[in-house]
């Protein structure tokens, strides 16, 4: 959710109508009893509205996890990066592991599966393989958490609060190391 009216939802996305789109999709979803959590996405461009977003999200009963730090894009572009609300930044705690690729996944508008929403690649594309594909999806997030390009060795890996896929696409993007890295707080 990037905004609980259709002014900051839209501005945010920069398409016209999205805010109408999404609330169609969420009713759509919440009237077959479909499973939802919502994430709020928390920008300097919608701040203002956070309680909104959470009493939106109250109102239909749903559970919501809150998100201020903002990354890099899938691309690893950093135009993302100045958007966030230094307000609602907050402390990551250790990255300890999680069920990307094993207990969920990402299933972008074309069909490719991936881990996550931040490890996109590799992907399974669902039109070609079809359900059977997913079953590769573990392997594939077995081999993008291990510690590599400027991680290996890190001394600070066991204390380390950025999953790999996403430190990758900080470092793609030249982004300041205080963002991702311990090393850049010292």
Do not use: W
Not at 10 to 16: E, F, H
Not at 79 to 99: I, M, V, W, Y
């Amino acid at each position: 959710m990037y905004g609980a009216t259709e002014e900051s939802y839209d501005g945010l996305t920069r398409r016209r109508g999205a805010f109408r789109l999404f609330t169609k999709g969420l009713d759509a979803a919440h009237e077959a009893g479909l499973p939802i959590n919502l994430s709020l996405v928390v920008t300097q461009h919608n701040e203002h509205e956070v309680d909104e977003m959470r009493a939106l999200a109250d109102r239909y009963g749903l559970p919501f996890n809150e998100y201020s730090n903002i990354s890099p894009t899938i691309h690893s572009g950093a135009e993302t990066l100045p958007s966030q609300s230094a307000k609602f930044l907050r402390e990551r705690k250790p990255f300890t592991g999680c069920g990307a690729g094993h207990t969920h996944f990402h299933v972008d508008p074309h069909g490719m599966a991936s881990i996550c929403k931040v490890g996109r690649d590799p992907n399974v594309p669902l039109p070609i393989e079809g359900i059977e594909g997913l079953r590769r999806l573990g392997g594939i997030a077995d081999s993008l958490m291990g510690r590599t390009g400027g991680c290996s060795g890190c001394t600070l890996s066991g204390s380390c609060f950025t999953c790999r896929p996403l430190a990758k696409l900080y470092q793609e993007a030249n982004s300041p190391l205080d963002r991702y890295c311990q090393h850049g707080r010292r």
